[in-house]
């Protein structure tokens, strides 16, 4: 049976996580790229983590390069190339340098992958997902962002820590924008089968949601010299899985929605069926009066940064 062909495209933080991840789930073979001052940089990291191998117990194949020609073929690109946050940086602060290392990369990947599933990881998210449709020409089931997942585990880790239960019983949901304004949905949000205003008031709720929006603002003032990558890689792992295991995840992703809420034409978090096409299907919900109204808030917010986007590539 061929092993899925998964490349990572930055070989930084969140992308070397993300290949240890993905190796040690043995969800493929992986190639490591990146175009870094040192050019051995990408292969020794690849090297490194595949003689781990034998004390973990996989079998997958990793490559570290700084060839696209080797990425040829892949089911799976990955894209986390771009500048991370520095304290006092927004994820918008990113975005004029963000985009035009995005279509340099798009560009490679569509003469070397044209088949490919695309995940853009990159800040800022929703512009940056955008911009791959726009430079690889894919069909845009085939590109999606990284956004909703990383959102709804921190959601559910902060919820799990307010209550003293465990992760594991709390069903989240957040869509949107990735960032200030993605949106809580309180109405998809339960712990164990409870709806969470049974558990939390609604002002200390708000709270939690007010430190999700925040959190990976949190992380970089914490780190000072970087950004979040465990949970980043962990949630992109999770999205490589269900698209080479075809597992027909529900999960919330930057989709490409047209007509499905009312978007018209851009890349947002919404509940998406993700498996080996990629996004199968835009899993449309009926929200509340409330949630509605913050979701079009997020929205807007998302029409204006891509227009800004527009004027800078």
Known sequence: MRRAKISIIGAGNVGATTAHWCAAAELGDIVLLDIPQTEDMPKGKALDLMQSSPVMGFDSNIVGSTDYADTKGSDVVVITAGLPRKPGMSRDDLLATNAKIMTSV?????????????????????????????????????????????????????????????????????????????????????VGGIPILQLIDPARLE?????????????????????????????????????????????????YCDKEYGVGGYYVGVPVILGSAGVERVVELKLTAEETAAFQKSVASVHELVATMATLV
């Not at 088949?115 to 999606?144: C, G, K, Y």
């Not at 010299?225 to 890689?233: D, F, H, K, L």
């Open 207 to 255: 709270e939690i949601v007010d430190r999700t929006r925040k959190g990976g603002a949190e992380i970089v003032g914490l780190l000072k010299t970087g950004s979040a990558y465990y949970a980043p890689a962990a949630a992109t792992t999770q999205m490589v899985e269900a698209i080479v295991r075809d597992k027909k995840r529900l999960i919330p992703c930057a989709a």
């Open 106 to 190: 798009c560009q490679e990947i569509k003469k070397t992958s044209p088949q490919a599933v695309v995940i853009v990881v990159s800040n800022p998210l929703d512009a940056m997902v955008q911009r791959a449709l726009q430079v690889t020409e894919f069909p845009s089931e085939r590109v999606l962002g990284q956004a909703g997942v990383l959102d709804t585990a921190r959601y559910r880790t902060f919820l799990a820590m307010e209550l003293g239960v465990s992760v594991e019983d709390i069903s989240a949901l957040l869509m949107g924008g990735h960032g200030d304004t993605m949106v809580p949905i309180p109405s998809c949000t339960s």
